[in-house]
Protein backbone atom coordinates (compact mmCIF):
# COMPACT_ATOMS: atom_id res chain seq x y z
CA UNK A 1 0.00 0.00 0.00
CA UNK A 2 3.12 2.30 -0.01
CA UNK A 3 5.46 3.16 -2.36
CA UNK A 4 9.13 2.17 -1.24
CA UNK A 5 11.55 4.68 0.35
CA UNK A 6 13.55 7.18 -1.16
CA UNK A 7 15.22 8.84 1.80
CA UNK A 8 16.75 7.76 5.10
CA UNK A 9 15.73 7.57 8.50
CA UNK A 10 16.84 10.15 9.40
CA UNK A 11 14.91 12.62 6.59
CA UNK A 12 11.43 9.91 6.56
CA UNK A 13 11.72 10.68 10.50
CA UNK A 14 10.85 14.86 9.91
CA UNK A 15 7.44 15.83 10.42
CA UNK A 16 5.29 15.77 7.45
CA UNK A 17 5.00 19.95 6.61
CA UNK A 18 1.47 21.45 6.96
CA UNK A 19 -0.34 22.01 4.17
CA UNK A 20 -0.35 25.71 3.18
CA UNK A 21 -3.35 27.46 3.27
CA UNK A 22 -3.31 29.39 -0.25
CA UNK A 23 -5.43 32.67 -0.17
CA UNK A 24 -4.89 32.97 -4.12
CA UNK A 25 -6.07 29.66 -4.87
CA UNK A 26 -9.12 30.09 -2.63
CA UNK A 27 -10.15 33.19 -4.47
CA UNK A 28 -9.59 31.78 -7.99
CA UNK A 29 -12.20 28.94 -6.67
CA UNK A 30 -14.54 31.70 -5.48
CA UNK A 31 -14.70 32.93 -9.12
CA UNK A 32 -14.65 29.83 -10.58
CA UNK A 33 -18.05 28.57 -8.55
CA UNK A 34 -19.44 32.41 -9.20
CA UNK A 35 -18.78 32.10 -12.90
CA UNK A 36 -20.43 28.62 -12.90
CA UNK A 37 -23.49 30.03 -10.93
CA UNK A 38 -24.44 32.64 -13.10
CA UNK A 39 -24.27 30.35 -15.93
CA UNK A 40 -27.05 27.93 -14.61
CA UNK A 41 -28.98 31.55 -13.54
CA UNK A 42 -28.95 32.29 -17.06
CA UNK A 43 -27.39 35.46 -16.86
CA UNK A 44 -26.05 36.66 -20.51
CA UNK A 45 -23.73 38.75 -19.47
CA UNK A 46 -21.61 35.10 -18.96
CA UNK A 47 -22.24 32.63 -21.44
CA UNK A 48 -19.05 30.94 -21.40
CA UNK A 49 -19.22 30.88 -17.31
CA UNK A 50 -18.98 27.05 -17.49
CA UNK A 51 -15.37 28.24 -17.91
CA UNK A 52 -14.83 27.83 -14.34
CA UNK A 53 -15.03 23.86 -14.12
CA UNK A 54 -12.02 24.54 -16.21
CA UNK A 55 -10.24 26.43 -13.51
CA UNK A 56 -11.87 23.62 -11.24
CA UNK A 57 -9.84 20.78 -12.95
CA UNK A 58 -6.70 22.58 -13.15
CA UNK A 59 -6.84 23.58 -9.61
CA UNK A 60 -7.55 20.55 -8.38
CA UNK A 61 -4.37 18.44 -10.81
CA UNK A 62 -2.11 21.40 -8.84
CA UNK A 63 -3.31 21.08 -5.51
CA UNK A 64 -3.32 16.73 -5.08
CA UNK A 65 0.25 16.96 -7.00
CA UNK A 66 1.61 19.63 -4.25
CA UNK A 67 -0.06 17.26 -1.48
CA UNK A 68 1.47 13.99 -3.27
CA UNK A 69 4.69 15.69 -3.46
CA UNK A 70 5.06 16.97 -0.19
CA UNK A 71 4.39 13.61 1.07
CA UNK A 72 7.45 12.02 -1.21
CA UNK A 73 9.64 14.46 -0.49
CA UNK A 74 9.28 14.47 3.40
CA UNK A 75 8.61 10.56 4.01
CA UNK A 76 10.41 9.11 0.71
CA UNK A 77 6.82 7.62 0.07
CA UNK A 78 3.31 8.06 -0.70
CA UNK A 79 1.32 5.43 1.43
CA UNK A 80 -2.22 4.86 -0.89
CA UNK A 81 -3.98 3.75 2.30
CA UNK A 82 -3.37 7.55 3.68
CA UNK A 83 -4.22 8.86 0.67
CA UNK A 84 -7.63 7.48 0.27
CA UNK A 85 -8.72 7.77 3.72
CA UNK A 86 -8.10 10.85 3.33
CA UNK A 87 -10.60 11.25 0.35
CA UNK A 88 -13.19 8.78 2.25
CA UNK A 89 -13.35 11.14 5.14
CA UNK A 90 -13.79 14.08 3.50
CA UNK A 91 -16.36 13.19 0.20
CA UNK A 92 -18.17 10.09 2.14
CA UNK A 93 -20.52 12.04 4.53
CA UNK A 94 -21.95 14.82 2.17
CA UNK A 95 -22.23 11.93 -0.28
CA UNK A 96 -24.14 9.47 1.69
CA UNK A 97 -26.41 12.42 2.72
CA UNK A 98 -26.51 13.67 -1.33
CA UNK A 99 -27.69 9.97 -1.84
CA UNK A 100 -29.94 10.03 0.62
CA UNK A 101 -32.16 12.86 -0.05
CA UNK A 102 -32.00 12.21 -4.11
CA UNK A 103 -33.51 8.69 -3.32
CA UNK A 104 -36.41 10.29 -0.67
CA UNK A 105 -37.14 13.15 -2.90
CA UNK A 106 -37.40 10.69 -6.61
CA UNK A 107 -39.90 8.83 -4.43
CA UNK A 108 -42.30 12.04 -3.21
CA UNK A 109 -41.61 13.84 -6.07
CA UNK A 110 -40.58 11.86 -9.62
CA UNK A 111 -42.78 10.04 -12.01
CA UNK A 112 -42.25 6.15 -11.59
CA UNK A 113 -41.07 5.92 -15.09
CA UNK A 114 -37.55 8.30 -14.05
CA UNK A 115 -36.95 6.18 -11.01
CA UNK A 116 -34.98 3.45 -13.03
CA UNK A 117 -32.88 6.41 -14.52
CA UNK A 118 -32.40 7.78 -11.22
CA UNK A 119 -31.66 3.88 -9.50
CA UNK A 120 -29.25 3.86 -12.25
CA UNK A 121 -27.48 7.47 -11.72
CA UNK A 122 -27.18 6.63 -7.98
CA UNK A 123 -25.32 3.64 -8.67
CA UNK A 124 -22.72 4.75 -11.22
CA UNK A 125 -22.69 8.03 -8.89
CA UNK A 126 -21.33 5.61 -5.96
CA UNK A 127 -18.86 4.11 -8.38
CA UNK A 128 -17.60 7.39 -9.56
CA UNK A 129 -18.38 6.57 -12.90
CA UNK A 130 -21.98 8.72 -13.62
CA UNK A 131 -19.59 10.73 -16.27
CA UNK A 132 -19.30 7.60 -18.52
CA UNK A 133 -22.77 6.97 -17.91
CA UNK A 134 -24.40 10.31 -18.76
CA UNK A 135 -21.97 10.25 -21.99
CA UNK A 136 -23.54 7.03 -22.93
CA UNK A 137 -27.26 7.99 -22.43
CA UNK A 138 -26.19 10.88 -24.89
CA UNK A 139 -27.05 13.57 -22.07
CA UNK A 140 -26.56 17.45 -23.71
CA UNK A 141 -25.47 19.00 -20.90
CA UNK A 142 -27.07 22.04 -22.37
CA UNK A 143 -29.86 21.15 -23.92
CA UNK A 144 -32.83 23.60 -22.96
CA UNK A 145 -35.75 21.45 -21.15
CA UNK A 146 -34.01 17.83 -21.12
CA UNK A 147 -34.74 15.95 -17.69
CA UNK A 148 -31.75 16.49 -16.17
CA UNK A 149 -30.39 14.07 -14.42
CA UNK A 150 -30.48 14.77 -10.24
CA UNK A 151 -27.04 13.82 -9.67
CA UNK A 152 -25.63 14.95 -13.08
CA UNK A 153 -23.68 17.39 -10.80
CA UNK A 154 -21.90 14.13 -9.72
CA UNK A 155 -20.19 14.02 -13.07
CA UNK A 156 -17.31 16.37 -12.53
CA UNK A 157 -16.34 14.77 -9.20
CA UNK A 158 -16.57 11.54 -10.95
CA UNK A 159 -13.78 12.51 -13.39
CA UNK A 160 -11.87 14.01 -10.15
CA UNK A 161 -12.25 10.81 -8.12
CA UNK A 162 -10.76 8.78 -11.60
CA UNK A 163 -7.94 10.87 -11.31
CA UNK A 164 -7.39 10.23 -7.63
CA UNK A 165 -6.94 6.36 -8.54
CA UNK A 166 -5.07 6.82 -11.52
CA UNK A 167 -2.37 9.62 -10.11
CA UNK A 168 -1.07 7.93 -7.12
CA UNK A 169 -0.59 4.78 -8.50
CA UNK A 170 1.77 6.10 -11.29
CA UNK A 171 3.36 7.73 -8.28
CA UNK A 172 4.13 4.83 -6.45
CA UNK A 173 5.16 3.21 -9.39
CA UNK A 174 7.90 6.23 -10.55
CA UNK A 175 8.97 5.85 -6.94
CA UNK A 176 9.48 2.03 -7.03
CA UNK A 177 11.14 2.13 -10.01
CA UNK A 178 13.43 5.55 -8.93
CA UNK A 179 13.99 3.44 -5.40
CA UNK A 180 15.69 0.32 -7.39
CA UNK A 181 18.03 2.77 -8.96
CA UNK A 182 20.49 5.12 -7.38
CA UNK A 183 20.92 7.32 -10.61
CA UNK A 184 17.15 8.43 -10.76
CA UNK A 185 16.83 8.61 -7.36
CA UNK A 186 17.32 12.58 -7.27
CA UNK A 187 15.36 13.05 -10.47
CA UNK A 188 12.05 11.61 -9.17
CA UNK A 189 10.16 15.28 -10.14
CA UNK A 190 11.51 15.21 -13.56
CA UNK A 191 10.58 11.73 -14.44
CA UNK A 192 6.77 12.45 -12.35
CA UNK A 193 6.87 15.82 -14.74
CA UNK A 194 7.43 13.93 -17.78
CA UNK A 195 5.05 11.75 -17.44
CA UNK A 196 2.29 14.48 -17.28
CA UNK A 197 3.82 15.56 -20.24
CA UNK A 198 3.24 12.36 -22.02
CA UNK A 199 -0.30 12.22 -20.65
CA UNK A 200 -1.13 15.75 -21.29
CA UNK A 201 -0.29 16.02 -25.38
CA UNK A 202 -2.42 13.67 -26.30
CA UNK A 203 -4.92 14.69 -23.97
CA UNK A 204 -4.67 17.85 -25.66
CA UNK A 205 -5.04 16.52 -29.15
CA UNK A 206 -7.86 14.18 -28.64
CA UNK A 207 -9.98 16.74 -26.59
CA UNK A 208 -9.27 19.53 -29.45
CA UNK A 209 -10.62 16.35 -32.00
CA UNK A 210 -13.71 15.02 -29.71
CA UNK A 211 -14.79 18.68 -29.04
CA UNK A 212 -15.70 19.13 -32.71
CA UNK A 213 -16.99 15.72 -33.36
CA UNK A 214 -18.79 15.29 -30.35
CA UNK A 215 -18.82 17.94 -27.40
CA UNK A 216 -21.19 16.26 -25.35
CA UNK A 217 -19.05 13.86 -24.77
CA UNK A 218 -16.02 15.66 -24.25
CA UNK A 219 -17.49 17.78 -21.69
CA UNK A 220 -17.63 14.86 -19.13
CA UNK A 221 -14.85 12.52 -20.17
CA UNK A 222 -11.48 12.05 -18.30
CA UNK A 223 -9.54 11.29 -21.65
CA UNK A 224 -9.95 15.31 -22.86
CA UNK A 225 -10.17 16.41 -18.90
CA UNK A 226 -6.75 14.98 -18.38
CA UNK A 227 -5.52 18.25 -20.45
CA UNK A 228 -6.62 20.50 -17.75
CA UNK A 229 -5.59 18.33 -15.16
CA UNK A 230 -2.43 18.22 -16.06
CA UNK A 231 -1.67 21.86 -16.78
CA UNK A 232 -2.01 21.71 -13.28
CA UNK A 233 0.13 19.02 -12.20
CA UNK A 234 3.14 20.86 -14.20
CA UNK A 235 3.34 23.77 -12.08
CA UNK A 236 3.10 21.72 -9.01
Same mark, same amino acid.
Given at each position: ?????????????????????????????????????????????? &?????????????????????????????????????????????? &????????????????????????????????????????????????????????????????????????????????????????????????????????????????????????????????????????????????
Amino acid at each position: MTSPPLVDRATSAREKPATPFRTDIQGLRAVAVGLVLLFHAGVDAV &PGGFVGVDVFFVISGFLITGLILREVRSTGRLSLRRFYARRARRLL &PATALVFAAVAVLTVLLLPVTRWKHVAEDLAASSLYVVNWKLADRATDYFADGAAASPLQHFWSLAIEEQFYVAWPLLVVLVTFIASRTTRWRAKIELILGASIALILVPSLVWSIYLTDTSPGDAYRVPTTRSTELALGQLPA
